[in-house]
């Protein structure tokens, strides 16, 4: 069965200092890639995806994704982060021949300090 | 406002009293799915639903039951509830096949 690791489970950092989480998946086909973000209190929302094309995909506040096929890898950076970005990050994968099954990691909770 | 609702959004119960999570959707979708999450587990799928009427088990189906009678709702039930039960759980839909969607605000369930 097809699995995704992060590893880093949990991340303090402070305001303005750089992000990157890891994700990497098992799947050997072809996939769909997504980050997902849940703030504290609220449900999971889109941070950005991968379905094809360019590796390096960006989302919405600054988040940006670089597709590895190589290293089965989809890591997530920031170059500078906010206290509001404070919240949990999972990496989930589609396989593109399954429908919206998601396999999701288990998450990585950022605490940045303001 | 497009949006996924979930009911209720905290729940305590005890164990073996069947309860049922409502969720609605206004987007008109066909996909939809239940999940639960666990600390330091993620999300992991209980049912979904690819349309009215066809639902199918996820990854975790044991002690749920679902049903999609209507297109906007979803309802996940629990028969006879156990501790192990207790968990966040997060209802989502999608208009496309592509694995993007949109999650409910969760509910948090305590089986006592």
């Known amino acids: 069965a097809q699995s995704v690791s992060q590893h880093n489970h949990h991340v303090i950092l402070s305001e303005a200092a750089s992000l990157e989480l890891g994700c990497n998946y098992s799947?050997?086909?072809?996939?769909?890639l997504f980050w997902y973000v849940q703030y504290p209190g609220q449900h999971l929302q889109l941070l950005l995806k991968?379905?094809?094309?360019?590796?390096l995909v960006k989302g919405i506040k600054g988040f940006e994704a670089e597709f590895i096929k190589s290293k089965f890898s989809f890591n997530l950076r920031k170059p500078s982060v906010q206290w509001s970005d404070t919240a949990e990050y999972f990496c989930?994968?589609?396989?593109?021949?399954?429908?919206?099954?998601?396999?999701f990691g288990g998450g990585t909770r950022l605490m940045v300090k303001p | 406002e497009a949006q996924v609702t979930q009911n209720p959004r905290y729940l305590i119960t005890v164990t073996g009293k069947k309860l049922t999570v409502t969720c609605s959707q206004n987007?008109?979708?066909?996909?939809m799915s239940w999940y639960r999450q666990d600390p330091g587990l993620g999300l992991r799928q209980i049912y979904y639903?690819?349309?009215?009427?066809?639902?199918d088990k996820g990854d975790v189906p044991e002690g749920y039951k679902v049903s999609r009678k209507e297109k906007r709702n979803f309802p996940l039930i629990l028969e006879s509830p156990s501790p192990n039960q207790t968990s966040l759980y997060f209802c989502?839909?999608?208009?496309?096949?592509?694995?993007?969607?949109?999650f409910g605000e969760g509910s948090r369930l305590t089986v006592l």
């Open positions: 799947y050997g086909g072809t996939v769909n």
């Open positions: 991968y379905f094809s094309g360019d590796p």
């Open positions: 987007m008109n979708h066909e996909y």
């Open positions: 989930a994968v589609n396989p593109n021949n399954a429908g919206n099954m998601l396999t």
């Open positions: 639903s690819m349309n009215v009427e066809v639902t």
């Open positions: 989502a839909s999608s208009g496309n096949w592509h694995g993007e969607l949109f």
